[in-house]
C-alpha cells in the first residue's frame, strides 16, 4: 500500500489452517483491533492453502504458519493469543507504523 | 427465540472428562457432538487429522482449543459443544499449553457456523471459558453455552 493510497482500504487476512473457526476468531478480533487504532480495513479470514495464492497489506496468523506465508503480504504478525486483542492492537499499531501506514495523531 | 428451532444449534457438553492426550481429548469433545447426532462418528477423527495436518494453531489462548473440522466430514447441524478435562494435556503449542478446555463446533456448510462464532468470541471475550472451567456439572456447562445460542 503506498502512502498516496490513503483513502484506500487496508487489506487484512487473518488465516489457520482450515480457514473457518481460528482465523474466523481472529477476524473479529483483528476488526476490533484495526477500529480502535482508526485504521479503515477489509479483514477476510482464509485457509492456509487459499491464502499462499493471494495478496494482501497484512496476513495474520499464528507462529507456526506465519514463516509459510511469508509472500503473501509485506507485514506478517505472528499471533499466539487469538484472544488477546488489546496485544493484537499493539503489533498492529507497530506494524502499521514502520511501514508509514499510521500516522501520528 | 425460545420457541423449538429446527435450525437452531445444537448444544452439548461434557465436564470433568479424563484424557490421556491431545488425541483423547479432541475425541472426548466431538463426543458429545457425535451422541447428540449432530455429527457423523467420523467428524472426530477428521478433527483430529486437521490437528495432525495443520499443526496446533487451534489452542486460541491459554488453556482452550477450538476443535472443528470441514462441513464435509460429516456436519449434519450447526453445533457447539465444551468439554472440561480433569487434567490438561499438552497439544505441543509454543504459548498456549497446557489445555483443559475444548470447545468443539460443526458447521453443515462454509457460512452457518458464522455468526455462532462471532458470538462465541464475544462471549470467550467476556469471560466465557472460565465459566466453562467453573462449571460443576454438565447441565451448568451446557446453560453457559445456551448463553452464546441465546444471543444469536
Known sequence: MNQNDSNRQLQVLTVCGVGMGSSLILRMNAEKALSTLGVSAKVEHTDMSSARSMRADVVIAQGMHADDLAGVAPVVLSISNFMDVDGLRRQLDEALRAQGWLGDE | ?152
Open chain 2, 1 to 152: 427465540m425460545s420457541e423449538p428451532d429446527d435450525d437452531a444449534p445444537v448444544v452439548a457438553a461434557a465436564t470433568g472428562v479424563n484424557a490421556a492426550d491431545w488425541r483423547a481429548a479432541v475425541r472426548a469433545a466431538c463426543q458429545p457432538l457425535v451422541d447428540a447426532g449432530a455429527v457423523e462418528p467420523r467428524y472426530t477423527d477428521r478433527c483430529v487429522d486437521m490437528v495432525e495436518e495443520h499443526g496446533p494453531y487451534m489452542v486460541l489462548t491459554p488453556g482452550l482449543a477450538l476443535a472443528h473440522a470441514r462441513p464435509t466430514d460429516g456436519v449434519r447441524r450447526l453445533c457447539l459443544a465444551a468439554t472440561t478435562l480433569t487434567e490438561p494435556v499438552m497439544f505441543g503449542h509454543p504459548d498456549n499449553d497446557p489445555v483443559d478446555l475444548l470447545i468443539a463446533f460443526g458447521s453443515p456448510d462454509d457460512s452457518s457456523h458464522i455468526g455462532l462464532l462471532q458470538k462465541l468470541a464475544e462471549h470467550l471475550l467476556a469471560g466465557l471459558a472460565d465459566t466453562l472451567r467453573d462449571a460443576p456439572d454438565r447441565a451448568r456447562a451446557i446453560r453457559a453455552l445456551e448463553t452464546v445460542v441465546a444471543d444469536l
